[in-house]
């Protein structure tokens, strides 16, 4: 009979994208279980979005009010787990060192910001599909023909705040990274021009408005969903943000 090595039975490491999955899975799974995560990332926009729809303030223009809504609630929810959401988990995992052990294991840094990543996308349609479906019941009737330019706009805006949110999670501290990352989310909600159009803002707020990751998302996804047109304008506004944050992040961040 011939004689098994026990080194021979021991199993290699798996694919790289199963390790990329397992970790996205796990992600994903941590994001959903935190409690004020899923404050940020759901409940408020869902209220967010029932409580501007049927108010008559602030002034929105003269399109109907749940179509100027709906899109810049769905921007927000992008905003909330791209950047908030991750910036957040992602400065807690480097204090308590999850960062360094798992970029040395077969997973690999790449792996790890990959499965972030993809567990950010899992939420981000979770997101959708929930708050599409409350905008769907109170009288949104989205542009069938934008939806492959919101989704373009949506996974610009992605990359945008993801990159934003590893330069801040890589760069403070763990209470800085909570404290600031949801500092930014209260400013750009109120004055990011995420939910209200820049062009409904004042003058002098208007224009810094328009140029940011949060404003350009919601002015490209209400022409998406809106009247089903291409927002370039808008879109290389994100496409610069991913540059330069990833840019950044890719400089600056620090494992441990």
């Given at each position: 009979m011939t004689s098994v090595s026990p080194?021979?039975?021991?199993?290699?490491?798996?694919?790289?994208?199963?390790?990329?999955?397992a970790q996205a899975s796990f992600?994903?799974?941590?994001?959903l279980r935190n409690g004020e995560q899923l404050l940020v990332a759901?409940?408020?926009?869902?209220?967010?979005?029932?409580?501007?729809?049927?108010?008559?303030?602030?002034?929105?223009?003269d399109s109907r009010r749940v179509d100027v809504v709906a899109p810049g609630v769905l921007a927000l929810a992008v905003m909330s787990t791209a950047f908030t959401g991750q910036?957040?988990?992602?400065?807690?995992?480097?204090?308590?060192g999850v960062l360094r052990l798992l970029g040395t294991t077969p997973l690999g840094r790449g792996g790890l910001l990959a499965g972030k990543v993809l567990a950010v996308l899992v939420v981000e349609l979770l997101q959708v599909v929930l708050l599409g479906a409350v905008a769907l019941a109170l009288g949104w009737h989205p542009a069938a023909g934008g939806l492959l330019p919101a989704l373009l706009a949506g996974l610009l805006?992605?990359?945008?705040?993801?990159?934003?949110?590893?330069l801040l999670a890589g760069t403070l501290r763990?209470?800085?990274?909570?404290a600031v990352a949801n500092l930014v989310w209260v400013l750009l909600l109120a004055g990011g021009a995420v939910i209200v159009p820049a062009d409904e803002m004042p003058a002098g707020l208007s224009h810094l408005a328009a140029?940011?990751?949060?404003?350009?998302?919601?002015?490209?996804?209400?022409?998406?969903?809106?009247?089903?047109?291409?927002a370039l304008g808008p879109l290389l506004v994100l496409l610069a943000w991913a540059v330069l944050g990833s840019a950044?992040?890719?400089?600056?961040?620090?494992w441990d």
């Amino acid at each position: 009979m011939t004689s098994v090595s026990p080194a021979s039975t021991v199993p290699g490491p798996a694919a790289p994208w199963r390790r990329v999955v397992a970790q996205a899975s796990f992600e994903t799974r941590i994001l959903l279980r935190n409690g004020e995560q899923l404050l940020v990332a759901l409940v408020l926009p869902a209220l967010a979005l029932v409580g501007l729809t049927l108010a008559a303030v602030p002034d929105l223009g003269d399109s109907r009010r749940v179509d100027v809504v709906a899109p810049g609630v769905l921007a927000l929810a992008v905003m909330s787990t791209a950047f908030t959401g991750q910036a957040i988990q992602t400065g807690f995992d480097r204090r308590y060192g999850v960062l360094r052990l798992l970029g040395t294991t077969p997973l690999g840094r790449g792996g790890l910001l990959a499965g972030k990543v993809l567990a950010v996308l899992v939420v981000e349609l979770l997101q959708v599909v929930l708050l599409g479906a409350v905008a769907l019941a109170l009288g949104w009737h989205p542009a069938a023909g934008g939806l492959l330019p919101a989704l373009l706009a949506g996974l610009l805006g992605t990359a945008a705040f993801v990159s934003l949110a590893l330069l801040l999670a890589g760069t403070l501290r763990a209470e800085a990274v909570l404290a600031v990352a949801n500092l930014v989310w209260v400013l750009l909600l109120a004055g990011g021009a995420v939910i209200v159009p820049a062009d409904e803002m004042p003058a002098g707020l208007s224009h810094l408005a328009a140029a940011l990751p949060s404003g350009a998302l919601g002015e490209a996804l209400r022409e998406a969903l809106g009247s089903g047109r291409l927002a370039l304008g808008p879109l290389l506004v994100l496409l610069a943000w991913a540059v330069l944050g990833s840019a950044a992040a890719a400089r600056w961040f620090r494992w441990d």
